[in-house]
């Protein structure tokens, strides 16, 4: 059956084609992105502010006669954490609805880590052992660990880059002392909850998904997209921590240049 997976994420929409058959990975037919930065739009009292919302009902509705065109039988549709974290969520949620016809659901910082898992362990099978997967996105960063499908571990933080690069990074190149808050700020967060993966063990495999984990990895030398899903990449920790104050000192124009990092996600 042809299915259509809509994600809208803090920076951007994201529609996914897939022909999905019961007991078969998944078979990706077209995909439809559009930068919407929605956690740029939230409002003095942390609602998305009406331009947010007039650019997510506008991207929802092209996206949703894009899975019409693409022959689609089902759109499933989620919100993550820019939606599930803003005041107003309801009062979106039922916007999108009216005007779209779209069932909008707000997928749990949770429940994101679990799927996220679920798709990692698909991906590398059981061989892989005990996984620790890590995930990035631009309001959360949702830690998993597991021995099975399902985790034993499960955390969602608010840790994601854009939220970090707009309460921390707000001059670039940033200053040393705003760098230091940073890391101060994420460190902080990270150690209320460590000690329980910690406890859990270092596991057999760490896995990175996410825009900002790819970017970095093809900065510190990881293949291009261009040469297949199936090429090993790896995020080398000596390496990146040569980069960190290097990307630190350099401006908006530069960091945009470097491989596998867009204009629009520079900043964070």
Not at 70 to 78: I, P, T
Not at 99 to 122: I, N
Request: charge should be negative.
């Amino acid at each position: 059956m042809r299915t259509g997976i809509l994600d809208i994420g803090s920076n951007t929409g994201h529609l996914l084609v897939v022909d999905a058959h019961r007991g078969a990975a998944p078979l990706p037919a077209y995909k439809f992105k559009q930068e919407l930065r929605l956690a740029e739009h939230l409002d003095e009292d942390g609602g998305v502010d009406a331009s947010g919302v007039q650019a997510l009902l506008d991207f929802v509705e092209q996206a949703q006669k894009v899975a019409d065109d693409k022959g689609c039988a089902s759109v499933v549709a989620f919100a993550t954490s820019a939606i599930r974290d803003a005041s107003n969520a309801d009062e979106v949620l039922a916007e999108v609805r009216r005007h779209t016809g779209v069932e909008l659901e707000v997928l749990p910082g949770a429940d994101e880590a679990r799927l996220t898992f679920l798709a990692v362990r698909r991906w590398f099978g059981w061989s892989s052992g005990q996984l620790v997967v890590f995930d990035i996105g631009g309001g959360s960063l949702e830690i998993a660990a597991g021995r099975s499908e399902s985790p034993e571990i499960v955390q969602s933080l608010p840790l994601g880059a854009g939220r970090l690069a707009r309460e921390h990074l707000k001059r670039q190149p940033p200053s040393e002392k705003a760098v230091s808050a940073l890391r101060r700020d994420v460190r902080r967060t990270i150690a209320q909850d460590a000690g329980e993966v910690l406890r859990w063990g270092p596991g057999h495999l760490a896995v990175a998904t996410s825009k900002t984990f790819r970017s970095l990895a093809r900065i510190c030398g990881a293949a291009p997209s261009s040469d297949g899903q199936y090429v090993r990449r790896e995020l080398a920790h000596d390496v990146l921590l040569e980069w960190l104050p290097k990307l630190a000192s350099m401006s908006l124009k530069d960091v945009a240049e470097l491989p596998g990092v867009s204009a629009p996600r520079a900043h964070q």
